[in-house]
């Protein structure tokens, strides 16, 4: 990781914890559930995605307090599906980013209400953003609602988990993920520019920079799966391919699969070249992502 | 039930259930999602939460059509809340409204997964409604996301597992019933006044309204545990005796629960008087979920 990265994620990813963690700590609600709620966003994500809004919105010098906000909504999502995606009834993982399960810890109805409220209450802080125009936040609101839903993530999971009974093609498994990953992370880096009043070109530019850094993101996801040790990764490795999973390397071969993410990643960076002010962070993120190790 | 009652569900409920499925319908997504959806919203709920909206705006004199949008993304949050409720981990119930429950029928994975897309969708459609400023769009959306999330209906629910363990006092299952049961009547009343730019005083009395008629609609409720039957009631009847849970009849006895219930409503009706406008429809929807018995 270079220095700028380094400076750049130690100088935010604080804040975003703080932001996060005082948004579900201001809420009048069961303790108990509070603590499942907090359980979950305190177990070592990496942030990316708010990273991501954060990214985009210093590359048009915009203030940050609201993009804070706004990672803080995307990073809940992000949160509760991984709740949800580890019950019994989906995946049935017991362990995630080293630690146990929601509900290896709260037992089943509470992690599963943990999420309900993680989804429900990303809606409403974004909605009680303060210094954004009401017409902004509806924007948001409506692009949080399609990426987050069945039309993005609930709809990859369900395509997903009919993966699992059959083998998919190429299409069909890039289908899988632009939905069930791609469409959060397309979202935190849409949000940052509507919430810098970017221009239309602009963001059409940065939607498909999102597009290929998320296909990109998966990629590695499934080869880490393969290569990397459960060790590494804080969760159970070779899961897709006890489960006979479609991957991308299960479709393409790993050397296949490695081509296709430095495809994938060229295009991104390329994209990049694209638009006026100092990309560099942008380029750094996508980097790190695609060149991580767990 | 009335002839004013009778015409007023007859105009309403076919363009509520258009409005509501022609929202999940025209949405791309896997058809299991959707079909898992629809089922659930097609398993002949009484709308009572959209006709409660539509009521206030009739009070008003306000156009309806986004009305319908707001009756549907409430009716999305109960419908969503129900499908989670019956989980095996949860309430663990194979029958809803007569029918097998949702994840019987579909399994618990996509059952979890229909829930979860309908909980984003409400915020969606509020945000995609035509013809109403974006202020009181993002209005709307918080006063949901307060009403459904942690603080609310899912507050709600964590606190009535937690009763199942425990005898509650009557004010601890009062504010069982003000979130789980109460939250969504009292947002579906407010949403009303909020999309008919009610005044602040005509707001307040509404949702006063609200607060004891969802009180008298949850003692009902347990009252008809207790004296209906499984048949009538679409569902197991006797639960919360064989589960020891708490009840209005359980710490009240039934005669003090039918006390308790009966003031509440005459509460409600006599803030009824305050408002301005024809106030029949409201007095007798609240009538009719008091002395249903189903």
Request: hydrophobic share 45%.
């Given at each position: 990781m270079?220095?700028?990265l380094k400076n750049f994620m130690d100088e935010h990813i604080l804040i975003i914890d703080d932001v996060l963690y005082s948004l579900v700590g201001k809420i009048i609600a069961p303790e108990q559930l509070k603590d499942s709620m907090l359980y979950s966003l305190k177990a070592g994500g990496k942030r990316i995605r708010p990273l991501f809004v954060l990214a985009v919105c210093e590359l048009f010098n915009n203030k940050l307090k609201e993009a804070y906000t706004i990672g803080a909504a995307v990073e809940m999502i992000h949160t509760y599906s991984l709740i949800?995606?580890?019950?019994?009834s989906m995946d049935n993982d017991d362990l995630r980013r080293g630690k146990p399960t929601n509900h290896v810890v709260y037992g089943?109805?509470?992690?599963?209400?943990?999420?309900?409220?993680?989804?429900?209450?990303?809606?409403?802080i974004l909605a009680r953003m303060e210094n954004v125009p009401p017409a902004i936040k509806v924007e948001l609101i409506n692009l949080l609602s399609v990426a987050a839903g069945a039309e993005g993530m609930v709809g990859g999971q369900v395509l997903d988990i009919d993966g699992e009974s059959?083998?998919?093609?190429?299409?069909?498994l890039e289908q899988v993920h632009v939905n069930k990953t791609g469409a959060l992370l397309r979202f935190s880096i849409e949000a940052g520019a509507v919430l810098s009043e970017a221009s239309e070109?602009?963001?059409?530019?940065?939607?498909?920079?999102?597009?290929?850094?998320?296909?990109?993101?998966?990629?590695?996801?499934?080869?880490?799966?393969?290569?990397?040790?459960?060790?590494?990764?804080?969760?159970?490795a070779g899961k897709d391919l006890a489960s006979n999973k479609s991957t991308y390397p299960g479709i393409l071969t790993i050397a296949g699969a490695k081509d296709k993410l430095a495809e994938h990643?060229?295009?991104?960076?390329?994209?990049?070249?694209?638009?006026?002010?100092?990309?560099?962070?942008?380029?750094?993120?996508?980097e790190?992502?695609?060149?991580?190790?767990?």
């Amino acid at each position: 990781m270079t220095n700028t990265l380094k400076n750049f994620m130690d100088e935010h990813i604080l804040i975003i914890d703080d932001v996060l963690y005082s948004l579900v700590g201001k809420i009048i609600a069961p303790e108990q559930l509070k603590d499942s709620m907090l359980y979950s966003l305190k177990a070592g994500g990496k942030r990316i995605r708010p990273l991501f809004v954060l990214a985009v919105c210093e590359l048009f010098n915009n203030k940050l307090k609201e993009a804070y906000t706004i990672g803080a909504a995307v990073e809940m999502i992000h949160t509760y599906s991984l709740i949800h995606d580890d019950l019994p009834s989906m995946d049935n993982d017991d362990l995630r980013r080293g630690k146990p399960t929601n509900h290896v810890v709260y037992g089943e109805a509470l992690a599963t209400l943990a999420g309900d409220a993680l989804n429900t209450l990303s809606f409403g802080i974004l909605a009680r953003m303060e210094n954004v125009p009401p017409a902004i936040k509806v924007e948001l609101i409506n692009l949080l609602s399609v990426a987050a839903g069945a039309e993005g993530m609930v709809g990859g999971q369900v395509l997903d988990i009919d993966g699992e009974s059959r083998s998919l093609n190429l299409e069909e498994l890039e289908q899988v993920h632009v939905n069930k990953t791609g469409a959060l992370l397309r979202f935190s880096i849409e949000a940052g520019a509507v919430l810098s009043e970017a221009s239309e070109e602009e963001r059409r530019v940065l939607v498909e920079f999102a597009h290929h850094i998320g296909l990109a993101f998966q990629i590695q996801d499934d080869i880490l799966d393969i290569e990397g040790t459960s060790e590494e990764l804080g969760k159970t490795a070779g899961k897709d391919l006890a489960s006979n999973k479609s991957t991308y390397p299960g479709i393409l071969t790993i050397a296949g699969a490695k081509d296709k993410l430095a495809e994938h990643y060229e295009i991104a960076i390329s994209l990049l070249e694209k638009l006026n002010g100092d990309t560099t962070i942008l380029k750094e993120l996508a980097e790190y992502i695609v060149r991580r190790n767990k």
